[in-house]
């Protein structure tokens, strides 16, 4: 998956057309219910690290993307590598520091002082925990756009970008086994990844 992280290399003054613009543009539309339905398992497998209950996890989560929805239209991308991902970050970690600090006051609850350790460790950006975050980020980021724009193509241009880009296989090779022109099989992993570029604008960033 990471091997084509440095295809979707990306200028800020092309992300208009991005799944992230969308979003902040429709005010709660389609593009905005993708964004939440691709960063809601991501949000939710790291929220659940931290010793939250079921209930407690899907409470979280619907906060993050609340905060995000308010405060996308305010959100400038910096042109720094991961922008938005960082920005995300720390929403969560904000977030969680709130609700394990309302937990000192319970005395049912214990290890508040270890997940609130763990948590600064998160905010924290040259940390391991954090870069973690970038890599599941993007690889679940990735994947999910990924399946979004895969209907667009026809079997036989998804199977020569496929090939080309994740098993890593030469474009006369690709072109001999589908029975295809090395232009066509170019051409094909050209199409898929300008399409991937437009969706991923913001919100995947490579440097």
């Known amino acids: 998956m990471f091997s084509i992280r440095v295809e979707i290399s990306i200028r800020m003054n092309e992300t208009s057309v991005s799944l992230l613009a969308q979003a902040c543009d429709d005010g709660g539309g389609a593009s905005w219910e993708r964004l939440a339905a691709i ?12 010793q939250l209950q079921p209930s407690d996890v899907d409470d979280l989560v619907q ?6 929805s308010r405060e996308l239209p305010e959100f400038r991308h910096s042109g720094r590598t991961g922008a938005f991902r960082k920005w ?3 929403i969560l970690v904000h977030r969680l520091q709130n609700f394990w600090r309302s937990q000192q006051r319970r005395p049912v ?9 763990q948590l600064a460790e998160l905010e924290d950006d040259t940390s391991s925990a954090s870069r973690m975050w970038d890599a599941d980020h993007d690889r679940h980021v990735l994947s999910s756009l990924l399946d979004d724009i895969r209907p667009r193509f026809e079997p036989a241009t998804w199977d020569a970008f ?6 890593g296989e ?7 086994e589908l029975g ?3 232009k066509a099989v170019q051409l094909a992993k050209s199409r898929v990844l300008q399409a991937l570029r437009s969706q991923a604008a913001g919100l995947i960033d490579c440097a």
């Open 170 to 176: 030469k474009g006369k090779a690709v072109a001999s």
């Open 39 to 50: 960063y809601s398992p991501l949000l939710r497998q790291w929220t659940a690290r931290y």
């Open 63 to 68: 906060e993050v993307l609340i905060a995000v």
């Open 162 to 167: 496929q090939r080309q880009m994740f098993r």
């Open 88 to 90: 995300l970050r720390t």
């Open 109 to 117: 609850r214990v290890g508040t002082s270890s997940v609130l350790k």
């Open 180 to 182: 295809m022109s090395l």
